[in-house]
């Protein structure tokens, strides 16, 4: 039985900019939770794919 899972989303945040080529389009590569009701996400570049790290603030999760 084959259960992987498809995260394909595709984020465009605002302010969100890729620093190598200026692109404001990210794959989702996993969002995970972290300690103080925050969510860390790891994105991907879909134009040069560069990979970073975002640390997001969960609103109304405690
Ligand atoms: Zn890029």
């Not at 259960?3 to 900019?17: F, Y």
């Not at 990210?26 to 972290?34: E, H, L, Q």
Request: charged share 35%.
């Amino acid at each position: 039985m084959n259960l992987k899972r498809k995260n394909t989303k595709v984020a465009t945040d605002r302010g969100l900019k890729c620093h190598q080529c200026d692109s404001r389009k990210f794959r989702v590569v996993y969002t995970r939770a972290a300690r103080g009701g925050k969510l860390v996400r790891r994105r991907q570049c879909l134009k040069c794919g560069e990979r970073l790290t975002t640390w997001e603030r969960a609103i109304g999760v405690q």
